[in-house]
Nanobody, 119 residues
């Protein structure tokens, strides 16, 4: 099992910034990806950003140029720096870790942290 603990959500004005953190512990396989998803009310959960290794990352088109994902492998922690926030970024943000095992993928989720962008 893997445990994911998120922090850093909150209320911010449009144009502001927030930094989310997610610390992983437990049975973390050597081949894994970590990322962030979000779910707004009435919408499906969607990918925000995923980091595949130290520097290879993918982003949703809606956040490119505004959000940056990074990870500290020594701490098993992933970060999401969110700049130029917009009201449409309001959602519950979930941390994700996928263990890429030979027999398949083990997917784990954090408990979620609320991000609200409003004036």
């Amino acid at each position: 099992q893997v445990q994911l603990v998120e922090s850093g959500g909150g209320l911010v004005q449009p144009g502001g910034s927030l930094r989310l953190s997610c610390a992983a512990s437990g049975s973390i396989f050597m081949f894994n990806t970590m990322g962030w998803y979000r779910q707004a009310p009435g919408k499906e959960r969607e990918l925000v950003a995923v980091i595949i290794s130290g520097s290879i990352a993918n982003y949703a088109d809606s956040v490119k140029g505004r959000f940056t994902i990074s990870r500290d492998n020594a701490k098993n922690t992933v970060y999401l720096q969110m700049n130029s926030l917009k009201p449409e970024d309001t959602a519950v943000y979930y941390c994700n870790l996928d263990n890429k095992r030979p027999f398949g993928i083990e997917r784990y989720w954090g408990q979620g942290t609320q991000v609200t962008v409003s004036s």
